[in-house]
Nanobody
């Protein structure tokens, strides 16, 4: 079992940057696929980015490609989301998610129901 805690959210002006962190507790963090999702008020939870256990297979939503980077440090049990060139439409609660092993594909990575473990979320607000 894995518990996830996000941090690093906040208020930033358009064009600015933030780095979100997701700290995981529990053993064998390195075996989990990890993802970031976001949810704006009144909208569904959308896929942002995901990576496999070693970090060498990553997927991104088209809306964040070239601006966001997902990475992980298995020694620190932490996954990161570096966000640059932020836009007002990036405003949302950002959630970290973890998936046990198994099939890994863009479809699996991008589907919230593929993930068993979720954090409580961290608010990101981008002002124009």
């Amino acid at each position: 079992q894995v518990q996830l805690v996000e941090s690093g959210g906040g208020l930033v002006q358009a064009g600015g940057s933030l780095r979100l962190s997701c700290a995981a507790s529990g053993r064998r963090f390195s075996i989990y696929f990890m993802g970031w999702f976001r949810q704006a008020p009144g909208k569904e939870r959308d896929f942002v980015a995901a990576l496999n256990w070693s970090g060498d297979s990553t997927y991104y939503a088209d809306s964040v490609k070239g601006r966001f980077t997902i990475s992980r440090d298995n020694a620190k049990n932490t996954v990161y989301l570096q966000m640059i060139s932020l836009k007002p439409e990036d405003t949302a609660v950002y959630y970290c998610a973890g998936r046990d092993g198994g099939i890994w594909s863009p479809q699996i990575a991008g589907t919230p129901s593929s993930y068993r473990y979720w954090g409580q979320g961290t608010q990101v607000t981008v002002s124009s």
